[in-house]
């Protein structure tokens, strides 16, 4: 197994290398339980392939580009499902697998500014709580569900499959829009929208990053994660969602159905790059 697995990492493709060593794994564990075998032979081999190289997605960080980015999706000659997709992902930097599998049971007091939220269920989630995790609701996030609601509130998904109501729109709806768009995978990713708001949500609004971080629903570090933490900073997080989409609309004016105000979002100066 190793020779084999040598000959593939020595042409570069370490990657590869390791994503055979688990197939052969699989296939190995079937035979023990098959009683063809008596042990897994790749299970000695930890370590012995060296570790494929770190690969960030890609992201637009520089808060001078973000414009284009909206305005892009804003001409963007998509269905309307994929649009308000994209936008809402913006808004609220949920995982690319909760933004597409958004339910409309999930969401709560949308006639409620001040309180209307978005439920994600806990098994949804890659990091588990043990309970749902709450997404404050921006009027901006809000007005675009709203929008929507006549195109798809007949489906039990927000971006329904245009094959199928019962299912979620595909995995690769969003990537393929900005594909479209002319923004290449090593410029944006649909995962890519939460290193942007995480980066400029830090750098240009200057939110404590615990707060960030729980708005990404990143598991807890080191001695933060505890069994008995149940911090959810749920006023702070509400304020970074306004702020957030407050400082989007001002990047790009139009774009959201919805305007929120510098001094409502509760800033006398929202930057439009980072401070050096």
Not at 84 to 109: C, D, K, Y
Request: with cysteine.
């Amino acid at each position: 197994m190793l020779d084999s697995l040598r000959q593939v990492e020595e042409r570069g493709a370490v990657e590869s290398a390791h994503r055979i060593k688990g197939i052969c794994s699989q296939i190995f564990r079937f035979a023990i339980f098959s009683g063809i075998i008596e042990s897994d032979p790749t299970r000695d081999l930890r370590g012995a392939l060296a570790k494929p190289p770190t690969r960030h997605l890609a992201a637009i960080t520089n808060p001078t580009e973000v414009p284009g980015l909206l305005q892009s999706i804003h001409s963007y000659h998509g269905t309307t499902e994929v649009k308000t997709a994209m936008l809402l992902g913006i808004l609220t930097f949920v995982r690319p697998g909760n933004l597409r599998q958004a339910e409309w049971s999930e969401f709560h007091n949308l006639d409620k500014p001040e309180m209307a939220e978005w439920r994600i269920p806990c098994e949804k989630m890659k990091v588990s709580t043990g309970r749902d995790f709450i997404v404050p609701l921006a009027p901006q996030a809000v007005a675009l569900i709203n929008k929507i609601r006549p195109e798809t509130g007949f489906s039990q998904y927000l971006f329904p499959s245009p094959r199928s109501d019962k299912r979620p729109m595909s995995a690769n709806g969003v990537l393929s829009a900005l594909r479209r768009m002319g923004y290449t995978s090593d410029e944006m990713t649909g995962h890519g929208v939460r290193a942007m708001a995480r980066t400029i949500c830090a750098e240009v609004l200057d939110f404590q990053p615990e707060v960030i971080e729980e708005q990404l629903a990143h598991q807890k570090p080191g001695a933060l994660r505890d069994a008995n933490d149940r911090t959810q900073y749920l006023k702070q997080r509400r304020k970074l969602m306004n702020d957030w989409a407050a400082y989007l609309d001002q990047l790009a004016p139009g774009v959201f159905s919805s305007r929120t105000s510098v001094a409502s979002a509760g800033k006398e100066e929202i930057p439009t790059k980072v401070a050096t």
